[in-house]
């Protein structure tokens, strides 16, 4: 699968680094002909030389494969632009940067008029935040403990998914040793501590403390069916 990132600058470069030692295959655009030769040499990726906003470049880099796109350039209209026109080329998911209060404040609409997945605004979480949404890209939240190797996720129930109907005490039986910690209804803004008892309802949002393995178990039965991990990632910009 193909992943696109867009950002060859401080924060772009991190999550190259990070991809990188994570295994992923990253694939780098930025208009800095010196930047990219630098970061193709010492991380061992791909790059283009061009702009985010040129649908050449775009083409030329695969995007119509690609399985993410990511913008996180200093502008934040090339990062809407460029993830607009990767939406149009066919990128799944499209995760960006944008710092200006005007976009964040009305990150609802800018999201569904420019059809974006994940807005990120907080450049000293930005690169572990979109980590997050490459590894686990059904979350709606993560939080690592014990060297990585424990998650608290927050994820939403999909209708007539095989858990709904389930008991906390049934979902443990199936997946193993998760603790289901908290079940929200952002519908009536109800937020409960489940018991045993318990029973999972369609549109919840589940907060469950798990393994990676048993956490990719869990978000199966919720429905999520394609909560593949991303490989090959593709970034561009400044």
């Known amino acids: 699968m193909e992943i696109v990132i867009v950002g060859g600058g ?63 350039t200093d502008n934040d209209e090339v990062n809407l632009i460029s993830a607009h026109i990767a939406y149009k080329l066919g990128a799944q998911y499209r995760i960006i940067r944008a710092r200006n209060l005007e976009y964040t404040k009305n990150e609802e609409y800018i999201s569904e008029y420019f059809k974006i997945d994940y807005v990120i605004n907080q450049d000293s979480e930005a690169a572990k935040e979109i980590l997050h949404v490459i590894d686990y890209p059904t979350a709606s939240y993560v939080e690592s403990f014990h060297n990585n190797s424990i998650k608290m996720i927050n994820f939403r129930v999909i209708p007539n998914s095989e858990i709904v109907g389930l008991s906390v005490q049934e979902v443990r039986s199936i997946v193993g040793d998760v603790v289901i910690c908290m079940i929200e209804n952002r519908n009536t803004q109800e937020v409960n501590i489940p018991k045993g008892k318990t029973i999972i309802e369609a549109d919840t949002y589940l907060n469950v403390i798990a393994s990676n393995k048993d956490y990719n178990r869990l978000v199966q039965l919720a429905g999520h069916k394609n909560n593949t991990r991303f490989k090959s990632v593709f970034i561009q910009g400044g």
């Not at 990070?18 to 990219?36: A, P």
């Open 10 to 72: 401080k924060l772009g470069q991190e999550i190259c680094y990070d991809l990188n030692q994570e295994g992923h295959e990253v694939t780098l655009i930025d208009t800095d002909s010196d930047l990219v030769g630098k970061l193709v040499e010492e991380l061992d990726i791909q790059g283009i030389v061009g702009s985010g906003t040129d649908i050449e470049i775009l083409k030329q880099a695969g995007i119509a494969a690609c399985k993410a796109f990511i913008a996180v």
